[in-house]
T-cell receptor, first 116, second 110 residues
Framework: GAVVSQHPSWVICKSGTSVKIECRSLDFQATTMFWYRQFPKQSLMLMAT?????????EQGVEKDKFLINHASLTLSTLTVTSAHPEDSSFYICSSGLAGGYNEQFFGPGTRLTVL | GQQLNQSPQSMFIQEGEDVSMNCTSS?????WLWYKQEPGEGPVLLIA?????ELTSNGRLTAQFGITRKDSFLNISASIPSDVGIYFC??????????FGQGTTLQVKP
C-alpha cells in the first residue's frame, strides 16, 4: 500500500503560537490529501480536503483562517494551526492514496498536539 | 448528513474466540473500508470492499459489503492478544469523502 508520513509525531506549544504539521506521501504522488482530527475516545472527523495547486476544501464548522492548509507539491501537504488554544489540542491525522485517495485511503501516523 | 452506526461499541473476549462487528448506514456507500487503530497511531487499512455482496478475507479477517450497500461487517476468527485495538468502519460516499463509524474497542484476554 501507499506510505504516508507525518512530522512531527508530537508537539507541545504555548497558547497563541502557531504550529505546522507536515504530511508526506513517500512512494506515490498525492494530488489529494485529507486532514482529520481525532479527540480522545472519539472517531476521526474530516477537517479538510487538500488539493495540490489549489485551495483546500473545508468541512462545515472548520475555520479556514485558523487551520491553514498548503499543498504546494505532489508529495507534501501542510496544516498550520494558527494562534493555537488549549481546545485545539487533539490528534491530527492526514491521509491519501492512489487515485487521489478516493478508493483506499492510507493514513499517516498522526501528530499529537498539546496546547498549554 | 450521512452517519454510520457501528456496533458493538466495545468487546472483551477470550483469546481464541471469534469476533464480529458491523456498521449500518441510512445512506448508500460505494466503498466500505475497515481500519484498525492502536493507541497513538494512525489507522491501518485492513480490508477494502468495492462491490455490493463482495466478501473479502485478509488472513483471519473477513469482511462483507452488504447487498443493500448500506451495511458491512467484519469478522475476526481465533482472536489473539495482538488483535487488541479500535476497529473503524468507513464508507466512501459519492463525494469521495470517508465517513467513519464510532469505532469498536476490542480487548482480548490471554
Amino acid at each position: 500500500g501507499a506510505v504516508v508520513s507525518q512530522h512531527p509525531s508530537w508537539v507541545i506549544c504555548k497558547s497563541g503560537t502557531s504550529v505546522k504539521i507536515e504530511c508526506r506521501s513517500l512512494d506515490f504522488q498525492a494530488t489529494t490529501m485529507f486532514w482529520y482530527r481525532q479527540f480522545p475516545k472519539q472517531s476521526l472527523m474530516l477537517m479538510a480536503t487538500s488539493n495540490e495547486g489549489s485551495k483546500a476544501t473545508y468541512e462545515q464548522g472548520v475555520e479556514k483562517d485558523k487551520f491553514l492548509i498548503n499543498h504546494a507539491s505532489l508529495t507534501l501537504s501542510t496544516l498550520t494551526v494558527t494562534s493555537a488554544h488549549p481546545e485545539d489540542s487533539s490528534f491530527y491525522i492526514c491521509s491519501s492514496g492512489l487515485a487521489g485517495g478516493y478508493n483506499e485511503q492510507f493514513f499517516g501516523p498522526g501528530t499529537r498536539l498539546t496546547v498549554l | 448528513g450521512q452517519q454510520l452506526n457501528q456496533s458493538p461499541q466495545s468487546m472483551f473476549i477470550q483469546e481464541g474466540e471469534d469476533v464480529s462487528m458491523n456498521c449500518t448506514s441510512s445512506s448508500i456507500f460505494n466503498t466500505w473500508l475497515w481500519y484498525k487503530q492502536e493507541p497513538g497511531e494512525g489507522p491501518v487499512l485492513l480490508i477494502a470492499l468495492y462491490k455490493a455482496g463482495e466478501l473479502t478475507s485478509n488472513g483471519r479477517l473477513t469482511a462483507q459489503f452488504g447487498i443493500t450497500r448500506k451495511d458491512s461487517f467484519l469478522n475476526i476468527s481465533a482472536s489473539i492478544p495482538s488483535d487488541v485495538g479500535i476497529y473503524f468502519c468507513a464508507g466512501r460516499s459519492n463525494t469521495g469523502k470517508l465517513i467513519f463509524g464510532q469505532g469498536t474497542t476490542l480487548q482480548v484476554k490471554p
